[in-house]
């Protein structure tokens, strides 16, 4: 089983480029999420979304856009990369988000340099 | 806001011994989860205490809940050297909807 899969597991951009990470889970779950990562700060949440057809902002959004394309696909776009967007980027699914009494299966993560 | 605070930030210990790691968090909350994460990898789920339970185990896991002190502890028993990863609390300051997990603790167990 793939579970939760990030593409691409690296990429170097420059200040201004844009792009899209994305992300695929096969576990028929209804809610998705993404978080960045940097050192000394733990996992904070960009952006999620409850069930398909919803996303909502969570405690980092800035500079992100995300689209959840069907139940298995949420992508995140970065549309015009900072310096301090430099980080690694996790993917998240579970099962439901009703009062996250639901184990988060994540991705192997994509870690994002930008230049 | 940063809700879950580890400590201590890094243990080591060696294998065989039992591993502590404890997590403060701020607000009301309506459950508690732990995650391990190796190095270069995603997060894995390990255990989940709901806000009126005071203890749970999972194999050489233990984990306990004080609402009243807003804190948790994960305890690994009979560490091995494949124990050696960080570890994160995650809760929900009861809302439900969002995640929020703290710095980490970086456990290495020395063979």
């Known amino acids: 089983n793939a579970g939760v899969t990030q593409t691409p597991k690296f990429q170097v951009l420059k200040t201004g480029q844009s792009m899209t990470l994305q992300c695929a889970q096969d576990?028929?779950?209804?809610?998705m999420y993404w978080y960045r990562q940097d050192p000394g700060m733990g996992l904070r949440l960009i952006y999620y979304?409850?069930?398909?057809?919803?996303?909502d902002k969570g405690e980092v959004p800035n500079g992100y856009n995300v689209s959840r394309l069907n139940k298995r696909e949420f992508s995140l776009r970065l549309e015009s990369a900072a310096p301090s967007q430099t980080s690694v980027y996790f993917c998240?699914?579970?099962?439901?988000?009703?009062?996250?009494?639901?184990?988060?299966?994540f991705g192997d993560g994509t870690r994002l340099s930008i230049l | 806001s940063q809700q879950g605070e580890e400590d201590p930030q890094a243990l080591s210990i060696q294998e065989g011994e039992n591993a502590t790691m404890n997590c403060s968090y701020k607000?009301?909350?309506?459950?508690l989860q732990w995650y391990r994460q190796n190095s270069g990898r995603g997060l894995v789920h390990l255990i989940l205490i709901r806000s009126n339970e005071r203890e749970k185990h999972s194999g050489r896991l233990r984990v306990t809940l004080d609402t009243s002190k807003k804190s948790s502890s994960l305890l690994i028993t009979a560490s091995r050297a494949a124990d050696t990863a960080s570890y994160f609390c995650a809760t929900d300051e009861g809302t439900g909807n969002q995640f929020y997990f703290g710095t980490g603790t970086s456990l290495t167990v020395i063979p």
């Open positions: 998240a699914s579970s099962e439901l988000n009703y009062y996250s009494n639901q184990p988060q299966h």
């Open positions: 607000t009301s909350i309506n459950n």
């Open positions: 979304s409850a069930s398909e057809g919803t996303t």
């Open positions: 576990m028929n779950h209804n809610s």
